[in-house]
Nanobody, 113 residues
């Protein structure tokens, strides 16, 4: 089992930047890939970005070129978000796949116009 603790998030104006961080603990050797999802009010949770153990990344098309997912260690994944837009406002969740899905508690990102 993997425990996830997120940090970062907050409120910014459009065009601003934020960085999210997620630290995994527990059975980190079982991690297949790490990434981020988000859920806006009254919308379904959606995939944002992920990174595999060998460094391959994938992104939601609307964030491609603005967001960057990376790992600093085997157990820490970052999401650098630049040129934020109001439509990026959501609760962002760290997601780690170990054969099953593991979720963080979520962190709020609010972008004002």
């Amino acid at each position: 089992q993997v425990r996830l603790v997120e940090s970062g998030g907050g409120s910014v104006q459009a065009g601003g930047s934020l960085r999210l961080s997620c630290l995994a603990s527990g059975n980190i050797d079982s991690i297949n890939y790490m990434g981020w999802y988000r859920q806006a009010p009254e919308k379904q949770r959606e995939f944002v970005a992920r990174i595999t153990p060998d460094g391959r990344t994938s992104y939601l098309p609307s964030v491609q070129g603005r967001f960057t997912v990376s790992k600093t260690t085997q157990s820490t994944v970052l999401l650098q978000m630049n040129d934020l837009r109001p439509e990026d406002t959501a609760v962002y969740y760290c997601h780690v796949h170990t054969g099953t899905s593991n979720w963080g508690q979520g962190t709020q990102v609010t972008v004002s116009s």
